[in-house]
C-alpha cells in the first residue's frame, strides 16, 4: 500500500515535456502548452525523488518559473533581435505591416494621430484621382437632357400699323419670343458675359474658380454672388426645374459640362438669353427689350444692355419701377440698378469688352431709365378682337396653320390704326353713357354694338369695335353675327338695276344685255304702301301656293309715285321690292358680291332678298360701301400686312384691286347715297366742316337691329346695333322697342349718331376731299304700277332739278291677301316658307325690311319657330350667326 502511494503523479508529464526542452541544446524555441506544469528535473544520472502533494504542487509552481525561464533562453538563442519584445511577441512571432499606417504604430500620444506628409499626399492624390473617375464615368452616362417644350413655346406680337407693339398674345405661358443669336447685339452679349461670367468663351461649362470667388465674397460680406456659369443657368432655365437641391445642382454640373463640350458657345448663349426672366412678365431678351424700352432687342444700345444685364441679376431688385416687398422700393431699386449699370460698363472695359472712352461716355449720358411698366399681354377691351381678327386672317390666307400660330413666335403686323381704334371705341361709349340705362330700363339690358371702318383707297380695316370687351364678350361684333342690314342693302338693288338693267317684259326671264335696259336714278316707281307686287312682265307674281305679296312701307306710309333717287332718300320699300324682281334678284346678288359682300353672308334671293334680308358682317358692309367710295375698285378687306418670324417674313399681303363696279355706277349710287345724308334719313350723319358724306339707314322688321352704313372718299364705316344676351343658353334677337327711351330704335338714330362722332373725329385734320361728279347713265324708265306705261325715255343727268315728280297713281292699295304658312325650325336655317300674313309688320323707320327680315333676324338663333313672309328665307342664308356657321370675316 505504500507503494502504491509513491507511484508518481499523473501529471508528471510536464516534467518530461521541460526534459525535452533542456535536451534541445541547439537553441531552438520551445513554448509550453499554456497551464501546463513542469516538475524541477532531478541532476543527471538520477530518478527523480518521490514527494507528496505539497511537492507536487511546489514542483508545479517551478515548472511556470521553468516556462519563463525556458522562454528567455529561447528567445536568446534566436538572436539579439527578439530582445525588448512582449510575452505576446514573443509567443507569436514578428506583427505584419498595416496597408495604411493609421493610428500611426511607433507612436505615441497625439502623434499618433497626426498623418505623415506621405500619407496627406496619398489622400489628395487618391482623392482627386477618384474624382477624376466619377467625373469621366458620369460624362460617359449621363445624356444631354431634350430642352423642355415650354421653354421654347412663344407668344405672338401683334403690332398697330404704324409699328408700335400692340399687345403678347398666344398660347404660350410666358411672355417669351426667341430670337437668332445674330439677332443679340454684340453689346448685350459682351455686357452678359462680362457682368456674369466673363470665363464664358474658354471654360468647359463650369468655372471652379467662379464658385470659389463667389464664395469668398459671400464670405467676406460683399454682393450675394452665383457661382454658375452662363451654360449652367442655361441647363437650369432649358433643361431643368428650379428646384434648390443637391441632386439637382450636381446634375447641372455634369450636363453642364457636356454641354459646354458637345454645343457651340454661340447657341448656349442665345438660348440662356432666350429664356433667362428679366422681369416685367418677360422671359428672353426679344421680350425683356419690348418691357423695358419698347424696342426690339436688336436696336438695343450698350447702356441699355447694361442695365439688362442687371435685371438678370434679380428683376424683382433691380427694375426702378419697384418690385414685391419693402426692400423692392423704386427709390431703392433705382439706386441698385445705377450702381449695377456702372459696375457693368466698368466690368465690359476690364474685361477688354468696352473701350474706356465709350464706357465715359456712356456714363455721361446718364442711366437708361426704361419705360413706366403696362401690361404686354391684356387682351381686354377691343385688343382680343383686334387679334381674333388678325389670327382668323392669317390662317385663311397664309400657310401658316393654327397650330403653329398657337406655337408663337410671330411677329404680326396689322394694319389697325390705334387712334381711330380708340375713337371709334369713344363714340360708342358715349352714345351708351348718354342714352342707355339698364339698372333702370329693362329695354337698354344686352343692348350691342358692332363696327367697322376701312380704307377704300387699300382695303385696310382701320378699326373695329368688336363689343364692350373681349374678356367678357366672346363674339366679335364687327364679324359675321347673323344680323340682317335691312335697308342698307338697297343701295346694291340700284347699282344693279344700273349695270344690268330692267328686263323686258316681252322677253324670257333670262335676258341678255341687249334686252335689258339700265334705269337711271330718276326712273320712276309706284312708292304706296302694300301695292301688289308684280313679276317683270307685268303680271301677279305668286308664292309657291299662289298667294300674292303686298309689300308695307314703314308705317304704312304712301307716297305715290316716286323716282328711284326719292325712294332711296326716303328709305321706301315698295319702289325697291319690285325693282329687284324687275332687275332679276340673281342679278343683285352679283352685284353685291362684285361691291365686295360674300356669298355665305346671303340669304336667299326672294323678292325679299331685295330688302337686306341678309347678314353681312360690320367688314364687310364697310368694304363693300368702300366700293362705291372707289369708284367701283373692290378691294377685300384685310387686316394684316406682314408675318415675321426670328426676323424673316414668313407672309406679305399685297392686296388686289379689281373694278368691281363700273366707275359711272358707282359714282351715280353715290350722289344718290349723298342725297341720304343730304335730305333724307341720314342727315344725323352729316359731316362738320361742309365735309361730304354718302350713306345709308337700315332697320329690320320687329325692331330688331339697326344700321348706319356711310362713307368719305377716305373712309368707310359701318355700324350695327341690335339685342341679344349672349349669356343665355337658348340665345335670340330681342326688340328694340322702348330701347334707350325711345319708341323704336332705327338706323337714322343711335347708329347713325355713332358713325357721325367717329367719322368727325377719325378725319379730323384731313383735307376735305369732294365726290366726283356723276355722269349720266341709264334711263328713266316707269315701274309697273306707275304712270305713263313704261316707256324708255332719255333722261336728264342725277345732277339735274327733280322739279317735275310723277302725279300719285289713281289706283288704290289693294288689301292684302294671307300668305301659306308653314313653322321653320330652330335649326332649319334652309327653310324659305311662310307663316306670316301677307305684308308683315311695319319695317322701321327708313322703310325697313318686310316681313322677311324678321324671319331674318331670328334665323340661326331663335329658341322659337320662326315666321318669314312668302320666300323671304331666315336672313342668314345656312344659319350660323351667334351659334356657329361661317368662320366670319377673315378681313
Not at 73 to 81: F, K, L, N, R, S
Not at 328 to 355: D, H, I, S
Not at 614 to 627: E, F, N, Q, V, W
Not at 735 to 764: C, N, V
Request: hydrophobic letters at 30%.
Amino acid at each position: 500500500m505504500s507503494e502504491h502511494r509513491r507511484k508518481p503523479p499523473q501529471s508528471a508529464g510536464g516534467g518530461r515535456a521541460a526534459a525535452r526542452r533542456g535536451a534541445q541544446a541547439s537553441g531552438r524555441r520551445a513554448a509550453p502548452r499554456r497551464g501546463a506544469t513542469e516538475p524541477e528535473s532531478p541532476p543527471p544520472g538520477e530518478g527523480r525523488p518521490y514527494g507528496g502533494r505539497a511537492e507536487a504542487r511546489r514542483a508545479a509552481q517551478r515548472g511556470g518559473g521553468g516556462r519563463r525561464r525556458a522562454a528567455e533562453a529561447g528567445a536568446t538563442a534566436t538572436g539579439a533581435g527578439a530582445v525588448g519584445r512582449g510575452r505576446r511577441a514573443a509567443a507569436n512571432g514578428p506583427q505584419k505591416k498595416r496597408l495604411i499606417d493609421y493610428p500611426r504604430s511607433g507612436r505615441t500620444g497625439a502623434r499618433r494621430w497626426i498623418p505623415s506628409w506621405k500619407q496627406v499626399a496619398g489622400t489628395v492624390i487618391g482623392f482627386m484621382g477618384l474624382l477624376v473617375g466619377g467625373a469621366g464615368i458620369a460624362f460617359a452616362v449621363v445624356d444631354i437632357p431634350q430642352v423642355k417644350d415650354d421653354s421654347q413655346v412663344e407668344k405672338n406680337v401683334y403690332y398697330w400699323a404704324d409699328g408700335e407693339q400692340m399687345v403678347v398674345a398666344g398660347a404660350g405661358e410666358f411672355n417669351r419670343q426667341i430670337v437668332k443669336y445674330d439677332s443679340i447685339p454684340p453689346a448685350m452679349r459682351n455686357a452678359v458675359i462680362a457682368a456674369e461670367n466673363a470665363s464664358f468663351e474658354d471654360d468647359p461649362g463650369v468655372d471652379p474658380m467662379g464658385i470659389a470667388r463667389a464664395v469668398f465674397n459671400m464670405a467676406k460680406g460683399g454682393t450675394t454672388q452665383s457661382g454658375s456659369t452662363i451654360t449652367q443657368q442655361y441647363v437650369k432655365n432649358a433643361m431643368l426645374s428650379q428646384e434648390q437641391t443637391i441632386s439637382r445642382k450636381v446634375r447641372e454640373l455634369f450636363i453642364s459640362i457636356k454641354v459646354g463640350a458637345v454645343k457651340d458657345k454661340e447657341e448656349i448663349l442665345a438660348g440662356y438669353l432666350n429664356t433667362a426672366y428679366y422681369g416685367r412678365g418677360a422671359y428672353g431678351i426679344q421680350a425683356a427689350s419690348r418691357a423695358y424700352y419698347g424696342k426690339d432687342c436688336n436696336d438695343l444700345t450698350a447702356s441699355e444692355s447694361a442695365f439688362l444685364s442687371a435685371a438678370l441679376n434679380g428683376p424683382n431688385l433691380y427694375d426702378p419701377a419697384g418690385g414685391v416687398g419693402s426692400a423692392a422700393t423704386p427709390e431703392k431699386n433705382r439706386k441698385r440698378a445705377e450702381e449695377r449699370w456702372a459696375w457693368t460698363l466698368k466690368r465690359e472695359v476690364e474685361t477688354g469688352r468696352m473701350k474706356a472712352a465709350e464706357r465715359s461716355k456712356w456714363i455721361a449720358d446718364g442711366f437708361p431709365t426704361p419705360n413706366d411698366p403696362k401690361p404686354a399681354t391684356n387682351k381686354a377691351g377691343q385688343i382680343g378682337y383686334l387679334t381674333t381678327l388678325a389670327d382668323n386672317f392669317i390662317t385663311s390666307k397664309s400657310s401658316i396653320s393654327k397650330a403653329e400660330l398657337d406655337r408663337g413666335g410671330y411677329e404680326i403686323h396689322t394694319t389697325f390704326d390705334k387712334k381711330k381704334m380708340l375713337q371709334l371705341e369713344k363714340a360708342v361709349q358715349k352714345v351708351t353713357k348718354e342714352n342707355l340705362k339698364p339698372k333702370e330700363r329693362d329695354e337698354d339690358k344686352y343692348v350691342q354694338f358692332g363696327g367697322a371702318s376701312v380704307d377704300p383707297r387699300s382695303g385696310e380695316i382701320v378699326a373695329i369695335y368688336g363689343g364692350k370687351d373681349a374678356t367678357e364678350h366672346f363674339t366679335n361684333n364687327s364679324d359675321y353675327t347673323g344680323v340682317p342690314v335691312g335697308s342698307t342693302f338697297k343701295p346694291f338693288v340700284l347699282a344693279a338695276a344700273m349695270s344690268d338693267g330692267v328686263r323686258d317684259p316681252e322677253g324670257d326671264p333670262d335676258q341678255g344685255p341687249d334686252q335689258r335696259t339700265p334705269v337711271s336714278p330718276l326712273s320712276v316707281y309706284n312708292g304706296d304702301n302694300k301695292v301688289k307686287l308684280l313679276n317683270y312682265d307685268g303680271s301677279t307674281w305668286l308664292d309657291k301656293e299662289n298667294k300674292e305679296w303686298h309689300q308695307t312701307n314703314d308705317g304704312d306710309k304712301s307716297y305715290g309715285e316716286v323716282t328711284l333717287r326719292k325712294a332711296m332718300q326716303e328709305s321706301i320699300n315698295t319702289p325697291f321690292i319690285q325693282l329687284g324682281v324687275d332687275v332679276g334678284t340673281d342679278k343683285v346678288k352679283e352685284t353685291a358680291l362684285e361691291a365686295g359682300l360674300v356669298e355665305d353672308q346671303l340669304a336667299a334671293t326672294v323678292p325679299s332678298f331685295a330688302l337686306g334680308t341678309s347678314s353681312p358682317s360690320a367688314i364687310r358692309l364697310a368694304g363693300s360701301y368702300a366700293t362705291f367710295a372707289a369708284e367701283g375698285e373692290q378691294i377685300t378687306p384685310w387686316s394684316v400686312k406682314t408675318v415675321e418670324k426670328n426676323g424673316r417674313p414668313v407672309y406679305e399681303h399685297k392686296a388686289k384691286k379689281t373694278q368691281g363696279l363700273d366707275t359711272k355706277v358707282a359714282n351715280n349710287v353715290t350722289d344718290v347715297l349723298k342725297n341720304v345724308v343730304e335730305k333724307g334719313t341720314g342727315t344725323s350723319a352729316q359731316l362738320p366742316d361742309g365735309r361730304p358724306a354718302a350713306g345709308k339707314t337700315g332697320t329690320t322688321d320687329g325692331n330688331k337691329s339697326a344700321w348706319f352704313a356711310g362713307y368719305t372718299p377716305q373712309l368707310s364705316t359701318a355700324i350695327g346695333m341690335f339685342r341679344v344676351n349672349d349669356r343665355a343658353e337658348k340665345q335670340k334677337f330681342l326688340e328694340m322697342y322702348g330701347t334707350g327711351g325711345r319708341q323704336s330704335i332705327h338706323g337714322s338714330s343711335f347708329p347713325a349718331q355713332i358713325w357721325a362722332d367717329y367719322m368727325g373725329r377719325a378725319l379730323k385734320g384731313e383735307k376735305v376731299e369732294q365726290f366726283p361728279k356723276p355722269e349720266p347713265i341709264g334711263k328713266k324708265v316707269y315701274g309697273d304700277g306707275a304712270s305713263p306705261t313704261p316707256t324708255p325715255t332719255p333722261t336728264p343727268t342725277p345732277s339735274e332739278s327733280e322739279s317735275t315728280e310723277p302725279s300719285p297713281s289713281e289706283t288704290p292699295s289693294e288689301t292684302p291677301s294671307s300668305s301659306p304658312s308653314k313653322t321653320c325650325g330652330f335649326f332649319d336655317p334652309k327653310c324659305k316658307e311662310e307663316d306670316e300674313p301677307t305684308g308683315g309688320a311695319d319695317g322701321g323707320s327708313d322703310g325697313g325690311v318686310d316681313g322677311g327680315a324678321d324671319g331674318g333676324a331670328d334665323g340661326g338663333i331663335s329658341s322659337s319657330p320662326t315666321t318669314t313672309p312668302p320666300g323671304g328665307g331666315n336672313g342668314n342664308n345656312g344659319g350660323g350667326g351667334w351659334l356657329g356657321g361661317p368662320d366670319g370675316d377673315t378681313g
